[in-house]
């Protein structure tokens, strides 16, 4: 009996260390247990950036702009009726509207002289004009729309309805800023 080591004495052997304090085995209960506490505390350190990024895309989500008349037959050029939808609760800035194709080939907004600056939008619906665009086959065209956010972000909202960030409305669609905008009026139509 007394040949065995109790697990109460440590080995005092050189460069050995205490069976008691470090060769304990780890069931797999521990171990899962330690797995689930590191990946909860992953998610719960990347709450406050999904929050951030919720807040950041919270007006420009709410932003949009559609031809009002899909359907209708255009002369290329011509201005035609786009709705702008500013669903926020904050006007939007630097607001400039073009049409793109949002099924088919083509770009997914027309840039420089075929984009028309808009200026301020306050929340509503409201109505701006844009050169309309060819009509090719099998393409569908619709409305795109670049602006600045109240917190001074920039985005673009493609024809087919795509949303991204940009560095500025003006350099993103290839126009220099004028002295005098278009405006808009207000979409009084059936909403």
Request: overall charge neutral; proline content about 7%; charged content about 20%.
């Amino acid at each position: 009996m007394h040949n065995q080591k109790s697990n109460d004495i440590e080995d005092s052997t050189p460069g050995k260390y205490s069976e008691k304090s470090t060769n304990k085995k780890w069931t797999w209960r521990e171990t899962l247990n330690t797995i689930a506490a590191i990946i909860s505390a992953s998610f719960a350190a990347l709450g406050p950036i999904q929050v951030w990024q919720a807040e950041k895309w919270s007006q420009a989500e709410a932003v949009s702009a559609w031809d009002k008349d899909t359907f209708a037959h255009r002369i290329p050029y011509e201005p035609t009726d786009v709705v702008i939808n500013n669903g926020s609760q904050s006007p939007i800035y630097d607001v400039i509207i073009s049409f793109g194709v949002a099924a088919g080939a083509g770009p997914s907004y027309l840039t420089g002289t075929r984009a028309t600056m808009i200026g301020t939008v306050p929340p509503g619906r409201w109505i701006g004009k844009a050169p309309a665009p060819d009509r090719g086959m099998s393409v569908q065209p619709n409305a795109a729309i670049a602006f600045r956010d109240a917190k001074n972000r920039s985005w673009c909202r493609d024809a087919a309805g795509r949303l991204k960030e940009i560095t500025d409305p003006y350099s993103h669609m290839g126009i220099t800023p004028p002295e005098t905008f278009q405006g808009v009026k207000k979409d009084d139509s059936d909403q």
